[in-house]
């Protein structure tokens, strides 16, 4: 699943009484800065600001909401290691927030960092089993390296708890996908489809019906994805196995040229060259 950087979510910024009395702070006034200038995507200006309230009451308990914030907004920068950073001094603060874990396993995975990754989803499984996404997210790794029985046991856990909830769905379609077993993972695709219509679902799907050989319900799939996101790669990478096996190389080899500018690996995309 794709993270996009200007859809991630801010976790707003909500200090209690408890914490500071009055509102009226210098502090205070820096931290209402901050949540406008987050809410208006204005990320250099929120991640300065953020800073600066930090710097203004180091010892202030609601900093690690600060630190988790400035973690978010320096991402959505494209600062990852400075993303990293910040929330590595918020769990400094709050080690078992599985909020800031999650946020800090999401840029990990965007990194392509996916043991460091893993191991935060991990340990947020271990603080709290009811978190779903980290779950879904710690399978979906696992299958990606090819740790079958770790993905298995954490999507029958989902499908066991959780049946009703779209991970489940979507893990167990995933898992059948990977192991070869497309029979199986088409009609959870089409299931999956009914609510969540993203063009990642219907390639995922067309991909099945192509090693199934169904190759107009491949085509498709294809042609509705391809409407909702034209510059996805892998979807042309899809189309030039389908007009490969149409007999049509000449379209086949466009499709591949045009996957590998969208950044799919000329490696995979080779076999599609050459009539």
């Not at 009451?57 to 990293?84: K, M």
């Amino acid at each position: 699943m794709k993270l996009n950087r200007h859809l991630l979510i801010i976790v707003y910024i909500f200090i209690s009484c408890a914490v500071y009395s009055y509102a009226d702070t210098p502090y205070m006034e820096l931290v209402d800065k901050a949540d406008k200038a987050c809410n208006d995507g204005k990320w250099s200006e929120a991640a300065k600001i953020l800073q600066d309230a930090i710097k203004e009451e180091p010892d202030n308990p609601g900093n690690v909401l600060l630190l988790s914030n400035l973690g978010l907004v320096r991402y959505n920068l494209g600062l990852d290691s400075l993303a990293i950073d910040a929330f590595d001094q918020a769990l400094d603060i709050a080690p078992s927030s599985v909020t800031i874990i999650a946020n800090r396993a999401k840029v990990y995975a965007a990194m392509g960092l996916e043991q460091e990754a893993f191991n935060d989803y991990s340990r947020i499984m271990m603080l709290d089993s009811t978190y779903i996404t980290a779950r879904f997210h710690h399978g979906l790794i696992a299958l990606r390296h090819r740790m079958f029985d770790v993905a298995k046991e954490d999507f029958e856990y989902l499908k066991t708890h959780y049946p009703a909830s779209d991970e489940a769905l979507i893990g167990e379609a995933t898992m059948h996908s990977l192991v070869g077993e497309y029979n199986e993972a088409i009609p959870l695709y089409t299931e999956i489809l009914r609510k969540i219509k993203e063009p990642e679902y219907f390639g995922a799907r067309a991909y099945c019906y192509l090693m199934t050989d169904d190759l107009q319900a491949a085509a498709e799939d294809i042609a509705q994805a391809l409407e909702l996101d034209p510059n996805d790669g892998e979807l042309y990478l899809y189309r030039a196995a389908l007009n490969k096996m149409h007999y049509r190389p000449e379209d086949a080899k466009k499709d591949a040229e045009r996957a590998i500018q969208l950044g799919v690996d000329p490696a995979r995309a080779q076999e599609f060259m050459t009539k």
